[in-house]
């Protein structure tokens, strides 16, 4: 008999079935497809991947599940940095799941999963890395409530060799980018995956824990101990949930508008003291000048802590942590500046991965340069052609492109993502420029941008194409013929006065 070739095509999968001209062949035929169409709707459940594919960051976040909410509860003892903590992490499954990976560098005791014990063990390849096997899997699109239960000293925890979890002289504070979380609590560690968040820590009587978000009670569990309670209802990245914990001169209130704020300061800044507070007790002020160029403060509270071991600066959401290094500066208030500004663009709207570092640093630092220009001490057009002016055609300065990025915390990154945003302000107009701001945090607030939707959103505001501007101060490894400001500029624009100050880092 001679045989014909069926072609058949199953949701896009294709396959070639020969197809005998005998009785009860179109039978064979029904039941193979019966077989590929049961096959395709019922995987076999798999683990979730180790990373998820961030062009910088192989290992960060986690495949196979996204996170709604962590629910955190720890008992910290000052004297000896000892941290005992049980994080419930709420999570939905985006696949049919038979294990996945926590980011977390302590040592654990147990894990659950949706109420049974479930295996766990350290990743043989890294050790900030905690690899789970329920015990049966979780089917797709599923809640999945994970309970997990550790304890260690996170101030002897490195990633990558980089401490991020401190031991002060009355206790201990986390802070630092790209990851801090894996030191204090176990999370999917990446930008992408924001969940909402619940943190409490049981301290010595005398002491002070200050989170995210707002402080939603205090209470004493046992005699001579005090739980604080904090609560942050806004979507969070996981680098951006904070904690400390210690001695700290505490202070809240209201500012003029109702909202409410908490500020802590180290004693231990000494002299540094009053600045800081002063530099800090202006963040209102910062947050409504801000407001009338971005649009509403996202957030329902404010505030910032100021501590004596750490020499930097970091976003964290709602409460800024200040380091060290700023409070002699002519103007402490620009770092405030800075970092009150993520608030809107790097916390509010977080970059999708780790490659759009830009949208979060180039913004602030524009930012810094709007409130300089507030403040009466330069314009901004002054301050990016002083930057432009700065750094002569063969600086290696203007061999890093920002699109994609594969640096995070280089000059190019600040300084270069500001002139973009000049730029573009020179070939709008201010009105078109700051409409295309608002509607681009209205856009995607609570949520996640990249590069390519903040041009595609500024063409759309503008009404025309933009690829040339961005590509000239994004991509293109050479020092764009004319200034930010669309003309020629001197080298005596770099000797601005103020600039050092303006130019201070706020590396993570």
């Known amino acids: 008999m001679v045989p014909i ?271 800081a507070k002063a530099a800090i007790r202006r963040t209102p002020e910062v947050t409504d000048f801000f407001a009338s160029k971005f649009g509403p403060y996202p957030f329902g509270s404010t505030g910032g802590v100021a501590t004596n071991v750490w020499p930097a600066a970091i976003e964290h959401q709602t409460r800024p942590v200040y380091g060290n290094q700023f409070w002699d500066d002519a103007d402490p208030t620009s770092v405030v500046a800075h970092e009150v500004a993520h608030q809107w663009f790097g916390d509010s709207v977080a970059m999708r991965d780790w490659s759009n570092m830009w949208l979060n640093e180039g913004f602030a630092t524009y930012s810094e340069w709007l409130w300089a220009e507030h403040q009466g001490r330069a314009t901004a057009a002054d301050l990016a052609d002083a930057f432009y002016a700065k750094y002569s055609e063969k600086d290696p300065f203007w061999n890093l492109r920002l699109w994609p990025g594969t640096r995070l915390f280089d000059p190019p990154v600040y300084e270069r993502g500001a002139m973009t945003l000049h730029a573009l302000r020179t070939e709008v107009g201010d009105a078109v420029f700051f409409r295309t701001l608002q509607s681009y945090h209205a856009k995607y607030r609570d949520g996640h941008a990249t590069t390519e939707q903040f041009v595609q959103h500024a063409e759309q505001v503008a009404g025309r194409k933009l690829d040339t501007l961005f590509k000239t101060w994004l991509v293109d490894p050479v020092k764009p013929p004319v200034g930010p400001n669309g003309k020629a500029v001197t080298a005596a624009a770099a000797n601005l006065p103020g600039i050092h100050e303006a130019t201070a880092p706020h590396s993570h």
Not at 19 to 24: C, H, L, N, P, S
Not at 250 to 273: I, R
């Open 5 to 275: 070739l069926v072609h058949v095509s199953v949701w896009g999968r294709n396959f070639i079935m020969r197809k005998r001209t005998r009785a009860g062949s179109g039978a064979v035929i029904v039941g193979l497809l019966a077989a590929l169409l049961t096959g395709t709707a019922h995987a076999e459940p798999s683990p979730g991947a180790p990373g998820l594919g961030d062009p910088i960051y192989k290992w960060a976040g986690n495949g196979g599940y996204t996170v709604d909410h962590y629910d955190i509860d720890l008992i910290y003892h000052p004297d000896t940095d000892g941290l005992t903590g049980q994080a419930t992490i709420r999570a939905v499954t985006t696949q049919d799941l038979s294990q996945f990976n926590l980011d977390f560098a302590l040592g654990v005791t147990s894990v659950q999963v949706g109420g049974e014990q479930a295996t766990f063990a350290t990743h043989p390849d890294n050790p900030a890395e905690l690899v789970v096997t329920p015990k049966r899997p979780v089917a797709a699109h599923q809640p999945m409530d994970v309970v997990v239960k550790y304890a260690g000293t996170p101030s002897q925890v490195r990633l990558d060799t980089v401490q991020v979890w401190y031991h002060t002289a009355t206790g201990g504070i986390v802070t630092g980018q790209p990851r801090n979380c894996r030191a204090w609590y176990p999370c999917n560690d990446h930008p992408s995956d924001k969940a909402t968040y619940t943190v409490s820590a049981t301290v010595p009587n005398g002491n002070v824990v200050v989170s995210n978000g707002i402080l939603a009670g205090r209470a004493n569990p046992v005699p001579g101990w005090t739980k604080w309670r904090w609560r942050a209802d806004e979507p969070m990245v996981s680098y951006l949930a904070f904690i400390a914990l210690g001695k700290f001169e505490f202070e809240t209130g209201a500012t003029a508008q109702g909202l409410p704020y908490y500020n802590a300061f180290d004693p231990a800044l000494g002299q540094s003291l009053a600045a």
